[in-house]
């Protein structure tokens, strides 16, 4: 029940509306009942030709007996236009309120869905990028379009179900009270009735204790489907260049065979639970008639009283199955809102602490001091004592083989990952004291793997200012050589670049990303080798742009090849997580011999 409270609390923030569509679900209800009192004078007065008794002993409402008296007075015809007329009003008001209870509810499920794809998103951005490393893109995604819709399903139907039909539940055996009380039927018939249905929610309850495991592993199975379409879509050149079609769709067909198994387990379940209630609805209707028909038979029971007891036990059973169908709607529901409280409840762990000062101006320099770091509490260190002074103004260049950490040294600058041991300072300030969108604002980043929206190349552009300087951003296009070829697009800089900007040349993406760095302007600037896998004629232009881009700044760039980083001012050679030398290019090539051997590799393939 905790778990359920909990998934309601998705539907607190709109419980006036929650609230209306429950005052009109007991009007709904009272209205869906109140035919079933028609059935009495139908069946004794205009079918059979009988007054309707109350039988003798019985102290009914004075409302009661007048309304009796009233009908066995009526001529027979009159009685029949007037209830007919009668029904003709009830299940218009009934349709009325139906139609607004549902509706109603509907909104409330719209809201909630809304308002949680809005709090998955909002906590995915604020979350640090060692969160995005533990939890696979395509896992992610599947919580907003999987979970948050069966969430939605849940509260529009479910959630609305476990409310109306308990009151749907509540009138009707009202009726068959009333009907007991006023009409004489037997007690023996009240308790048959009412025992033998609730005894249907036994199993059904065993099933869906189940049917919520196989939920929480079927939603699993649709978050790996995502995450391989994710992974196959975006790199569709490489399985075509490798000719793997037919091993990615034989992966794909293996895991919408386990998501298909997952889902009939789950069928099979929730389908025997309708003929299971029908079949007990049966066998109890079956034990009242063979008790009372030597009753009906010989008179000693009305039988439009009994007629109208029937149909309320009958009209019993349609709530009663449809809460053990809700049942299993809410244990799906409960298994997504599991996993999105997962999100939601997952701690962020680089964020302002209590206190933290906003980094205003650069003016002196970074600094690492004996910093150690790994990207798992069970793994090894990525660094290793990291000792490294960059004065303001500096450019300095790291270099050495993949997999070094080079990458990794660079992304704890902007704070994208925090030190395991150590400190990360600028100007002297630990960064875990500063505020972290004012550090940020200030450094700007051109990476090897160039990320553009699709969206428009001014967008791109000047990507984090709302307030867009059009003078400004034509002058960064300008200085990052872009500017000639964003005026031949179809719309200049109003033209659509496409997804992750693949309707143009990695040159072209390359120098828009270093436009978008120099409009920001930062005074810190990493470069991520963002020169490689270009062209020579793209590296000449992108290189031309870069040299602009890092005039009057302090620089931290990863060099991909040695000629771009010789008049360093510092060259940090990083050899498995450990600085291993520093110094100038001259000053490294006589000592060094990994940069030796790095240069000489790199300047043999050049001149092959």
Not at 167 to 187: A, D, Q, R, S, T
Request: contains cysteine.
């Amino acid at each position: 029940m905790k778990d359920y409270f909990k998934f309601l609390g998705f539907i607190k923030p709109h419980w006036v509306i929650f609230l209306l569509a429950i005052l009109c679900m007991i009007v709904s209800a009272l209205f869906e009942a109140s035919p079933l009192a028609m059935i009495i004078p139908l069946i004794d007065v205009i079918i059979s030709g009988k007054a309707v008794k109350i039988p003798d002993g019985v102290s009914a409402p004075q409302i009661l007996q007048e309304a009796v008296s009233a009908v066995n007075a009526m001529p027979k015809l009159e009685l029949l236009y007037i209830m007919t007329a009668a029904i003709v009003v009830i299940f218009i008001l009934k349709g009325v309120f139906m139609f607004l209870q549902t509706y109603l509810m509907s909104d409330v499920s719209e809201r909630v869905i809304r308002d949680v794809k809005n709090a998955i998103y909002k906590k995915l951005v604020q979350q640090s990028m060692d969160f995005f490393g533990n939890n696979p893109t395509g896992v992610l995604m599947a919580r907003i379009t999987h979970d948050a819709t069966v969430i939605r399903d849940a509260i529009g139907t479910g959630v609305a179900d476990t409310f109306y039909k308990p009151i749907e539940l509540l009138v009707y055996f009202c009726v068959v009270l009333g009907v007991k009380v006023y009409f004489g039927i037997p007690w023996k018939l009240i308790i048959v009735g009412t025992v033998l249905f609730p005894l249907i929610m036994i199993p059904v309850r065993q099933m869906s204790k189940r049917l919520r495991d196989i939920s929480y592993k079927t939603q699993q199975r649709i978050a790996d489907i995502n995450n391989m379409l994710l992974e196959t879509i975006a790199g569709m050149k490489l399985v075509k260049a490798f000719n793997m079609e037919n091993y990615e769709r034989g992966r794909f067909e293996k895991h919408n065979q386990m998501y298909y198994r997952l889902n009939m387990k789950a069928v099979k379940r929730m389908k025997i639970i309708s003929p299971l209630t029908e079949t007990t609805a049966v066998i109890c209707v079956a034990i009242i008639l063979a008790m009372t028909g030597k009753s009906i038979i010989s008179g000693e029971l009305s039988a439009g009283a009994f007629a109208a007891f029937l149909a309320a036990i009958f009209s019993m059973m349609k709530p009663v199955k449809r809460l053990s169908a809700v049942y299993t709607i809410n244990q799906q529901a409960l298994a997504a809102a599991e996993r999105i409280f997962q999100i939601l409840d997952a701690p962020v762990s680089i964020q302002d602490k209590p206190g933290a000062v906003e980094f205003k101006s650069f003016s002196d320099g970074i600094s690492l001091d004996k910093v150690f770091f790994k990207y798992r509490e069970e793994g090894d260190y990525v660094l290793n004592d990291i000792n490294l002074t960059v004065k303001k103004g500096e450019i300095v260049a790291l270099v050495g083989p993949s997999g070094g950490g080079k990458s990794t040294l660079v992304n704890l600058i902007p704070r994208f990952y925090d030190p395991n041991k150590g400190r990360v300072c600028i100007d002297g300030i630990d960064l875990r004291d500063m505020q972290v969108a004012s550090l940020r604002n200030k450094i700007g980043m051109v990476t090897q793997e160039t990320l553009l929206f699709n969206d428009t190349v001014k967008a791109n552009l000047s990507y984090g200012d709302l307030e867009v300087d059009e003078e400004k951003l034509v002058r960064a296009a300008e200085t990052a050589n872009a500017h000639e070829f964003i005026r031949e697009f179809p719309e200049g800089y109003n033209t659509i670049i496409g997804e992750r900007g693949l309707k143009i040349s990695g040159g072209q993406r390359q120098r828009i990303a270093i436009a978008r760095a120099i409009y920001k302007n930062p005074p810190i600037l990493i470069l991520d080798e963002a020169t490689s896998q270009l062209d020579t004629e793209s590296e000449k232009l992108v290189q031309e742009a870069i040299n602009k881009l890092m005039m009057g700044r302090t620089v931290i760039v990863i060099a991909h090849r040695l000629s771009t980083i010789m008049h360093a001012d510092k060259i940090v050679v990083i050899n498995d997580g450990r600085m291993i030398d520093i110094g100038t290019h001259k000053d490294l090539l006589g000592r060094n011999p990994l940069y030796q051997k790095l240069y000489e590799m790199q300047f043999a393939n050049e001149n092959t």
